[in-house]
């Protein structure tokens, strides 16, 4: 079992930055396809950004481009997720899944292609 687990949400002013980590205890993130999501109240869960696991390649969602920056900490196993330029609607919990070898974060991030989800973090953007 994968246990994975969110960290880093929380209050922002529009305009500012967060920074959101993903672990796995006991399992190497790097063998992994890392996807993050948000999903919003009354609303459908959508991709932010992935890493993929066998070139490190990176995809992110139109919304989010030249704002959110993905990338992991191999020593760490820990992958991360930068958000800068916060807008309220961004405002969401935002969760990490993981995919265990190739096959996702070919150029998109969707969350039928994840098998493992961690609980979520919220976060808020408000002034």
């Known amino acids: 079992q994968v246990q994975v687990v969110e960290s880093g949400g929380g209050l922002v002013q529009p305009g500012g930055s967060l920074r959101l980590s993903c672990a796995a205890s006991g399992h190497t993130l790097d063998y992994y396809a890392i996807g993050w999501f948000h999903q919003a109240p009354g609303k459908e869960r959508e991709g932010v950004s992935c890493?993929?696991?066998?070139?490190?390649?990176?995809h992110y969602a139109d919304s989010v481009k030249g704002r959110f920056t993905i990338s992991r900490d191999s020593a760490k196993n820990t992958v991360y997720l930068e958000m800068n330029s916060l807008k309220p609607e961004d405002a969401a919990y935002y969760y990490c899944?993981?995919?265990?070898?190739?096959?996702?974060?070919?150029?998109?991030?969707?969350?039928?292609?994840?098998?493992?989800w961690g609980q979520g973090t919220q976060v808020t953007v408000s002034s």
């Open positions: 890493i993929s696991s066998r070139d490190g390649s990176t």
């Open positions: 899944a993981l995919h265990l070898g190739p096959g996702a974060c070919v150029g998109r991030v969707e969350p039928y292609e994840y098998q493992y």
